[in-house]
């Protein structure tokens, strides 16, 4: 064999080589990775998507109070854009020229480049600027309009507690894939907690496409598309007209009403003042942030979210504990002289009442001094060994009341209020270094305790109920679906049943006691009508007493239960109880009476600016 | 009559057959990425896939004229036919049509002519020409720079028509050099500039200067056969290296750039190699030091080519094949669509005319340069092998036609037609594949376009003619 000949080998066998190379190469492309077909489908595939409805919220009595209306996206499809009429254009959807010929002529630059994707130019244009549009269509080659659900609100109310609905963001996306850049997703409120049901299913068609997305055919003929799915509609708790009304009282003040239907837990109105208004939040503008920025904090909803001081309204929940406990009886005796001496010149203050007085006087003149009494004993009770233990007693009772753990409402941030714990108290004392007398603020309500107004109104159920409540919701049923057991289900405090008719004596005497006879709520009574209640005025560090009230009504079989809470308006007497009992009168008789009562309170602007940090 | 039945029975039938074969895929490849449900008939004039029917005829007729033409007329006429085109390569620079940015085509009314495809023709039968005289040595000096000369005009004439892919493609005729007696360590030297040149873009210099140093060391020893030391040798370099730059530095606090220390080093290697090569004669020493120092130099002088001499939309692509940069939307989105549309035909293909990225025009260019994404995506792993062995079968028929000439001319010229084609296909599947740059050269025989076709059938014929006259 001589040289050349070895050569030509060579070349052959280099040939070969390379050939290998390749055909492993394609072997890795073709058989072993998988990206790449996936890819390809990505290309070639066109999803076009059916927005369903979303569903409808509907009140207690059937009245719609969230509907949908249709707007249209304005798109164009760059490649099909010639030269049209801006001005006739702008006419039709009122825009500004100027920014829309650059939109467009940079758009029209590109067209090439973009193809037949569409482009969104115009969002949300109400249907009466499409309808003139459509008549004129053909003035515009290249723009289609795609229709589009907002929410629209019978009555402008209840913000907080519907929450809002708005592009999904970027976050939500990545984690549920359902969703795509422009999709709508209720936030906050009934909107976020029933998102599931009230969305519905996007529908899709699949088409196949080219490189410039123009159509091409049905994806394997449509075995693949899916029709869009109407979300479902939601009946609702909510008394349409109470919470308006509610809403409308509490114009000017700051805080929040819960009416709660203790027979089911039934959330008959929620309310947060300031509230905010639905419809501003409807489609794109600037209102959220305007809302955002407002330094008292509409979107915060102080029904479900802030934990305020319960105030005397807490001193039924000592009064329960120590009936409970039997470390008294409704009989027992305790002396008030103007307070409660804590230590060496340190006394917890009372108002000037008769004394000495057993338990129902001191509901019904919400004496300090005997529940700071009543609180020790609980406490310091020999049979639980040390204050610690009493306390961890104690605490367990008022957990079983609802305090300092979420209700369980149907809505998203809910929180849990605030419950003290041991830990908290070694660390602000040291351990073993505190006593009954340490933390006697909890007696009346104050200290180291918040609650939020709905665990207040959950609290009157219970008293409402003699002894149990019902998980409180908002929504009673989604269309087509058995409620929750849960909503059926008597949750039972640690408190006998037995207890409780006691209370409901305090508290109607608190309300119906003669006058001079130290009844504090003496103004929330409604001809022909028995309200109990309880008054409350909480102390808080930031500037005038909260002004609180929770109650009931009727006496038997009752109806409605309800906490009231406005910030920084003073007695809970003098603000709290009368739009209490305005609630309770326009729920129970369909109007109110006491008109001149009603003219003052909805007029009044209670709450003072808070003191400076 | 009895001349012509004896003419083509001496024809080489297989040769003529993949030939057939190749151009009847790029047809039905053409059909199914230019397919248009409007025009669905193969024959349709007004689209791609009927022009190339034409194209296809009239090469049919290009190469029974060539069958029918006196055999010697190549080498006689070798020079003239080479200045013609050359004249023509001129004259396209002034009177030629600009299309995707290089002026490289004449039109003539519905044909479009790229010389370029004709020069490497016409450089082969130059080449062939020259290197066929009777008493020929390659290795002088004089006849390295005329080859070198016949080669780089035409390949300088059509990078002035910024068509720089189809200029690389005349790089192919160091195979055939190779055959002729050029020295296996030349292209082995070539192949590992290329090599060291694209590592230089990938990693630092200072690891391909180490690379080369390894590889001089270890060639010095296999020359002395003392592997053992070559290994210690290697092995302490890059000891004594990484304890300076890896310790020494950090411990002392010392701020020298580690290519430095290296070169200090080589400095101190090349200078003790030069003593031993001077005192013992040692003349492949030399030889070694050369190669180190001239790859220094070539991995130095990479960011300047690479910054100054290349062009932007080059340097993307580079970077873009060697995973430098990615940029699926801009230089690699060619690429990785192609990949996309490969990859997506799995083993067996989607089936005829079921290809989606190479029908809906995904992958741009897919009936020219990037037709082999049509057959990948329809036909699949076991199309595609199926035409990468058509083009080894094809290429291992020419070696033989070309190794069984008497006549030096047509074997070198045969190597020529075999070089080209094996560059053009390797680099041409290489790219749909992301194994090779994209520099925008067609798949012989199955790429649409009657310039290309046409020129890949006269190269291939002339082969077959000058064979079926080693008979006589």
Redesign the interface.
């Known amino acids: 064999m001589n040289e050349?000949?070895r050569?030509?080998i060579?070349?052959?066998g280099t040939?070969?080589l390379?050939?290998l190379?390749?055909?492993a190469?394609?072997?890795w492309?073709?058989?072993v990775?998988d990206?790449?077909?996936t890819?390809?489908?990505t290309?070639?595939l066109r999803y076009d998507v059916q927005y369903p409805a979303r569903g409808l919220i509907i009140d207690r009595h059937g009245e719609r109070m969230v509907e949908n209306q249709t707007t249209y996206d304005m798109m164009v499809v760059p490649r099909e854009l010639k030269a049209f009429d801006t001005l006739a254009f702008c006419a039709i959807f009122k825009l500004d020229p100027d920014p829309f010929k650059l939109v467009i002529n940079d758009i029209y630059r590109r067209r090439r480049q973009i193809g037949y994707q569409p482009t969104t130019i115009l969002k949300q244009a109400p249907a009466e600027y499409y309808a003139v549009f459509q008549e004129k269509a053909f003035k515009f080659p290249g723009f289609y309009a795609q229709a589009r659900t907002l929410r629209n609100y019978t009555r402008p109310i209840a913000g907080n507690l519907f929450g809002y609905v708005t592009e999904v963001d970027t976050g939500t996306i990545r984690r549920n894939p359902y969703y795509k850049p422009g999709d709508y997703i209720g936030k906050s409120g009934v909107e976020e907690a029933y998102e599931d049901y009230l969305r519905g299913y996007k529908g899709v068609t699949i088409f196949?496409?080219?490189?410039?997305n123009r159509i091409?055919e049905a994806y394997k003929d449509g075995r693949f598309d899916a029709a869009a799915v109407a979300g479902k509609n939601l009946i609702c708790t909510i008394d349409s007209r109470l919470q308006e009304y509610g809403e409308w009282l509490m114009k000017n003040k700051v805080g929040a009403i819960v009416a709660i239907e203790p027979s089911t837990g039934e959330v008959l109105a929620l309310i947060s003042a300031p509230g905010i208004d639905p419809t501003l939040l409807v489609g794109i503008n600037k209102n959220f942030q305007q809302m955002q920025s407002d330094p008292l904090k509409p979107l915060f909803n102080r029904a479900i979210m802030s934990p305020y001081p319960p105030g005397s309204t807490f001193k039924l929940a000592n009064a329960l504990i120590g009936l409970d406990e039997k470390v008294i009886t409704p009989a027992s005796r305790y002396s008030c002289a103007m307070g409660f001496r804590i230590g060496p010149g340190k006394m917890l203050g009372c108002h000037s009442h008769a004394s000495p007085i057993d338990l129902l006087q001191s509901i019904q003149m919400s004496c300090n001094a005997y529940y700071c009494n009543v609180f020790r004993t609980i406490i310091d009770n020999p049979a639980y060994g040390n204050v610690e233990q009493g306390f961890l007693k104690w605490r367990e009772y008022v957990q079983s009341l609802g305090f300092g753990q979420k209700t369980g409402i149907d809505l998203p941030s809910e929180r849990a209020g605030t419950l003290p714990s041991v830990s908290q108290y070694n660390r602000i004392h040291g351990e073993g270094r505190w006593k009954s007398l340490s933390i006697i603020s909890l007696a009346i309500g104050q200290g180291e305790i918040g609650s939020t107004p709905l665990q207040m109104a959950n609290f009157a159920a219970t008293i409402a109920n003699r002894g149990y409540y019902y998980t409180p919701h908002v929504v009673r049923e989604v269309e087509g679906l058995e409620p929750p057991d849960d909503y059926k289900e008597r949750h039972y405090t640690m408190i006998d049943t037995t207890c409780f008719p006691t209370l409901v004596e305090g508290m109607y005497r608190a309300v119906h006691g003669e006058p001079g006879s130290g009844a504090t709520a003496r103004i929330a009574q409604i001809p022909d009508l028995e309200l109990c209640g309880k008054t409350g005025t909480a102390q808080n560090p930031h500037g005038e007493d909260h002004s609180s009230f929770i109650c009931f009504a009727p006496r038997e079989k009752p109806q409605i239960a309800l906490a009231v809470y406005i910030e920084n308006a003073g007695f809970g007497a003098t603000w709290a109880a009368p739009i209490a009992s305005l609630m309770v009168e326009k729920y129970l008789t369909g109007h109110v009476l006491r008109t001149e009562l009603e003219q003052r309170i909805q007029a009044g602007s209670p709450t003072k600016t808070h003191k400076a940090p | 009559m009895k001349e012509n039945t004896h003419l083509f029975l001496k024809l080489d039938w297989p040769t003529v057959g993949l030939y057939l074969l190749l151009v009847a895929i790029g047809w039905i490849s053409v059909y199914a990425a230019a397919y248009n449900e409007e025009h669905s008939t193969i024959f349709d004039f007004s689209q791609r896939y009927g022009k190339q029917f034409v194209w296809i005829l009239s090469a049919l007729l290009i190469a029974a004229f060539i069958l029918l033409l006196d055999s010697k007329f190549y080498s006689v006429f070798g020079y003239a036919i080479y200045g013609v085109v050359l004249f023509l390569l001129l004259l396209v620079l002034v009177a030629g049509t600009e299309i995707n940015g290089s002026r490289s085509w004449f039109i003539l009314g519905p044909v479009r002519l790229q010389p370029a495809e004709l020069a490497k023709a016409a450089t082969a039968i130059a080449l062939a020409r020259m290197m066929s005289v009777h008493g020929f040595v390659l290795a002088r000096r004089a006849n390295l720079c005329r080859i070198a000369l016949v080669i780089l005009l035409p390949a300088g004439l059509i990078i002035l028509q910024h068509d720089a892919g189809s200029a690389v493609v005349f790089g192919a005729f160091l195979l055939m050099l190779y055959r002729e007696g050029l020295s296996g360590w030349f292209i082995n030297i070539v192949l590992f500039a290329i090599v060291a040149f694209v590592l230089s873009i990938v990693w630092e210099p200072v690891s391909v200067l180490m690379l080369c140093a390894t590889i001089s060391v270890v060639i010095y020893m296999l020359y002395r056969r003392k592997i053992k030391r070559a290994l210690i040798l290697t092995a302490s370099l890059f000891g004594v290296y990484f304890s300076i730059v890896k310790w020494l530095f950090p411990t002392f606090a010392i701020d020298v750039a580690p290519d430095r220390v290296f070169i200090l080093l080589s400095a101190i290697a090349l200078v003790w190699g030069a003593a031993t090569a001077i005192r013992y004669k040692r003349r492949y020493v030399w030889y070694i030091l050369c190669f180190f120092i001239g790859s220094a130099a070539l991995v130095y002088s990479v960011d300047y080519v690479f910054d100054h001499l290349l062009k932007p939309h080059q340097r993307d692509r580079i970077e873009n094949l060697l995973g430098v940069k990615v940029d699926l939307r801009g230089a690699g989105y060619n690429v990785h669509q192609s990949k996309v549309a490969i990859g997506s035909g799995g083993f067996a293909g989607k089936g005829f005319l079921q290809g989606t990225q190479t029908k809906y025009n995904f992958v741009p260019e897919q009936s020219t340069d990037f037709i082999f994404c049509t057959i990948g995506e329809e036909w699949g792993l076991l199309g595609a092998s199926a035409v990468i062995i058509a083009y080894l079968l094809l290429l291992f028929r020419l070696i033989l036609i070309s190794e069984r000439q008497k006549d030096a001319f047509a074997r070198i010229y045969g190597y020529g037609v075999i070089a080209i084609l094996f560059f053009h296909v390797v680099i041409n599947i290489g790219m749909t594949i992301g194994l090779a740059p994209v520099i925008g050269i067609p798949l012989p025989f199955i790429s649409y376009g009657g310039s290309s076709l046409w020129a890949f059938t006269v190269l291939l014929f002339i082969l077959l003619k000058l064979d079926m006259a080693r008979w006589r």
């Open positions: 050349y000949s050569k030509s060579v070349i052959f040939f070969v390379v050939a190379i390749l055909f190469r394609l072997f492309l073709q058989v990775d990206s790449y077909k890819t390809s489908n290309n070639v196949v496409r080219d490189v410039h091409k």
